[in-house]
């Protein structure tokens, strides 16, 4: 159970096309929102599809990965860690991120074009 403390598995479609950073020295940087939805009945007996929408984040060869096969609508299976990280905006305000950083990652669905 030690491995499992924080650990994030999530299947969903990429918001946008990845934003990809190259970093000094060449290392890759991958970000993309992920969408997950669940369809559920409410009390009234009406269809309810919920979407949550998360900040992915990917390094090196899975940025690689990223960059080179997925675009908006992806379908992909991620797993990886959250983390937190906080900034200062223009206005000097604290704000705080959560993001999923991904060890692995799965594409799903049909063979992209790209």
Do not use: C
């Given at each position: 159970?030690?491995?499992?403390?924080?650990?994030?598995?999530?299947?969903?479609?990429?918001?946008?096309?990845?934003?990809?950073?190259?970093?000094?020295?060449?290392?890759?940087?991958?970000?993309?929102?992920?969408?997950?939805?669940?369809?559920?009945?409410?009390?009234?007996?009406?269809?309810?599809?919920?979407?949550?929408?998360?900040?992915?984040?990917?390094?090196?060869?899975?940025?690689?990965i990223v960059e080179k096969?997925?675009?908006?609508?992806?379908?992909?299976?991620?797993?990886?860690?959250l983390t937190n990280r906080?900034?200062?905006?223009?206005e000097g305000n604290k704000?705080?991120?959560?993001?999923?950083?991904?060890?692995?990652?799965?594409?799903?669905?049909?063979?992209?074009?790209?």
């Amino acid at each position: 159970m030690y491995a499992l403390k924080n650990k994030v598995q999530l299947i969903g479609n990429l918001g946008q096309n990845p934003e990809i950073k190259t970093l000094d020295g060449g290392k890759k940087m991958a970000k993309f929102s992920l969408a997950t939805s669940e369809v559920y009945r409410n009390a009234h007996g009406e269809k309810v599809k919920e979407t949550q929408w998360h900040n992915i984040v990917a390094w090196g060869k899975v940025a690689e990965i990223v960059e080179k096969y997925l675009t908006k609508g992806s379908e992909v299976a991620v797993e990886g860690k959250l983390t937190n990280r906080t900034y200062n905006d223009k206005e000097g305000n604290k704000k705080y991120f959560t993001e999923i950083q991904v060890n692995e990652l799965l594409m799903l669905g049909e063979k992209s074009s790209k």
